[in-house]
């Protein structure tokens, strides 16, 4: 590890890729997998980028198709060899590892319950938002906005706090009863 934190040995930086892969117990998209390893605060992009190529050519990770997107998958390999050397990583990395994969699913579980599309129309632009809580929907709303920069603030108020939204809609539906 350098002065400032930052790892400088390869096998550092290859452990820390593993481990945020065996934290995630499943295959990861490059996204998932750079904001769980840059995070930790010990890994550069660059030397990511290189190590990730190691651990390919090693056999230690692989890549995954499903439909069109490719995912990083840790190997038998590339488990037995983590299981062997994860204490290698400081408790402060693999702690903060640990907790931002569980961020990290959280908001995948989230964005996944949450849906803000726009559509364009003859009209304008329709704007689609939901909820869905579990297979069913919550809430869906549909607008009909006259430009884009409108749907995509939409978008993104509904995207900050759609729980906030729900709530606001149905006491504005509600306020009438007695």
């Known amino acids: 590890m350098s002065e400032y934190g930052i ?5 550092d930086v290859k452990l820390t890729i593993m481990f945020a892969l065996k934290s995630l117990g499943h295959p990861a998209i490059f996204d998932h997998l750079n904001e769980i390893v840059i995070s930790s605060g010990r890994v550069n992009y660059f030397d990511e980028q290189s190590e990730i190529e190691a651990l390919l050519n090693s056999k230690h990770i692989s890549k995954e198709s499903i439909g069109d997107t490719e995912y990083f998958v840790l190997t038998e390999l590339g488990h037995e060899t983590i299981d062997i050397l994860e204490m290698r990583l400081p408790y402060s990395v693999r702690e903060r590892i640990i907790k931002d994969t569980v961020k990290l699913e959280a908001k995948i579980k989230y964005n996944a319950q949450t849906r803000a599309q726009i559509k364009d129309s003859e009209n304008g632009f329709i704007v689609t ?6 297979s069913e929907p919550l809430f869906e709303v549909s607008l009909l906005v006259s430009n884009r ?3 995509e603030t939409i978008c993104k108020t509904f995207k900050e706090d759609p729980e906030g939204m729900y709530a606001d809609l ?3 539906m509600t306020r009438n009863i007695k």
């Not at 938002?129 to 579990?134: E, F, K, R, S, V």
């Open 170 to 172: 149905v006491t504005v």
């Open 129 to 134: 938002l939901g909820i869905i809580d579990g």
């Open 7 to 11: 790892f400088s040995d390869p096998e």
């Open 149 to 151: 920069q409108q749907a």
